[in-house]
């Protein structure tokens, strides 16, 4: 019954930024987590950044300084900026939403259970 929807994709140089968004269609969809995931031809899905209802977040290693999550719980909408963009980080971006993952008190992500179509991100030199 959840559905969500992503924009904001594009193709920008290297160094650019873009800012990605993602809005689901219901306000009480029994979730306390969003976040996006990101998948690169021939390249496993992964975990690029997640935020709970409450405002924990954890980032991938490899994005760390330059993306940075937000969200506004009011509108349904969750953000994504991306600086200093890198040529490894083109991808196919999907929104995601569920229940919050803790391991050891440590916010690791969400469990997803539902997802957008997605978004392109291309970065080019």
């Known amino acids: 019954q959840v559905q969500l929807a992503e924009s904001g994709g594009g193709s920008v140089q290297a160094g650019g930024s873009l800012r990605l968004s993602c809005t689901r269609s219901?306000?009480?969809?029994?979730?306390?987590?969003m976040g996006w995931f990101r998948q690169a031809p021939g390249k496993e899905r992964e975990l690029v950044s997640s935020?709970?209802?409450?405002?924990?977040?954890t980032y991938a290693d490899s994005v760390k300084g330059r993306f940075t999550i937000s969200q506004d719980n009011a509108k349904n909408t969750m953000h994504l900026q991306m600086n200093s963009l890198k040529l490894e980080d083109t991808a196919m971006y999907f929104c995601?939403?569920?229940?919050?993952?803790?391991?050891?008190?440590?916010?690791?992500?969400?469990?997803?259970?539902?997802w957008g179509q997605g978004t392109k991100v291309t970065v080019s030199s």
């Open positions: 219901v306000f009480d969809y029994g979730g306390d987590c």
């Open positions: 995601a939403a569920g229940r919050a993952r803790w391991t050891n008190v440590k916010f690791v992500g969400c469990n997803s259970n539902y």
């Open positions: 935020i709970t209802s409450g405002g924990t977040t």
